[in-house]
């Protein structure tokens, strides 16, 4: 038998190493796969099967990474879409005895409630421990606290709401806010009242002018002056104090 000789010894333009030989027929591997087709429930029987063993599974979850907050959300959320909603709502409070300092769980909490017209329920959601307290200055929960009571048409609640959100002398955009909110109700004399304790919580130059263009808008001309005028006493002297 003749022996087969290589006549040209010299390296090939494209080298072919031995691992990406393997990686190619992996490949080549993974896309001759077939899914196997999708279960479909048929009866109440296997409806029934299917959620038993669809809350095992997640149980199972909930025992092993009982911190993770995504797995308690994942479980509510399925509960919610099988239209369990009292398995959901005892969900979402199973763990919020957990985690009860996470304001992601409160937001979907509240969502929830909101979502499927509990109304009440949302409301407790606040007010009874609740997530306000938890977290007073967290602008984001006490904005869906502020939505809820709006949507109700609890305007005296709201307002209380936004009252005690400026006893903690936030930023200039929480009273605005408050402005906006009384203006949205043509409650001119109340937004006055709130820029006259914006600019006494916080007699910065912003929060001056803010307060002028808001008169101004409202053709006070005279009181945008008024209010120019106190501006620049105010601060002169704080600039003689400092």
């Not at 006549?7 to 030989?21: D, H, L, M, S, Y």
């Not at 899914?35 to 299917?50: F, G, H, M, R, V």
């Not at 407790?124 to 200055?137: D, Y």
Request: charged letters at 30%; hydrophobic letters at 40%; aromatic letters at 12%.
């Amino acid at each position: 038998m003749r022996q087969t000789r290589v006549r040209n010894k010299t390296p090939a333009n494209i080298q072919i190493t031995a691992e990406q030989i393997i990686r190619e027929a992996c490949d080549r591997q993974g896309a001759a796969e077939i899914n196997p087709p999708k279960s479909q429930i048929t009866d109440a029987a296997e409806l029934a099967d299917y959620r038993l063993r669809k809350r095992k599974e997640l149980e199972e979850q909930i025992k092993r990474t009982r911190w993770n907050v995504t797995v308690w959300i994942n479980y509510a959320q399925w509960e919610e879409s099988q239209r369990d909603l009292d398995r959901a709502r005892s969900l979402w409070e199973r763990a919020l005895r957990i985690e009860h300092r996470n304001h992601t769980l409160w937001l979907k909490y509240s969502e929830f409630e909101m979502n499927n017209k509990f109304i009440n329920h949302a409301r407790n959601v606040w007010k009874w421990n609740r997530a306000v307290t938890i977290f007073p200055r967290v602008n984001l929960l006490l904005h869906k606290y502020l939505h809820m009571e709006a949507v109700i048409g609890n305007i005296s609640g709201a307002r209380n709401i936004f009252e005690r959100w400026m006893t903690w002398s936030l930023d200039h955009q929480a009273w605005l806010s408050y402005v906006k909110f009384e203006l949205r109700y043509n409650d001119i004399e109340r937004a006055r009242k709130i820029f006259d304790n914006f600019v006494h919580c916080h007699p910065k130059v912003t929060a001056w002018i803010h307060y002028a263009k808001f008169e101004i808008k409202n053709g006070k001309i005279a009181r945008a002056r008024n209010v120019y005028k106190r501006a620049v006493e105010k601060l002169g002297e704080d600039e003689e104090l400092s």
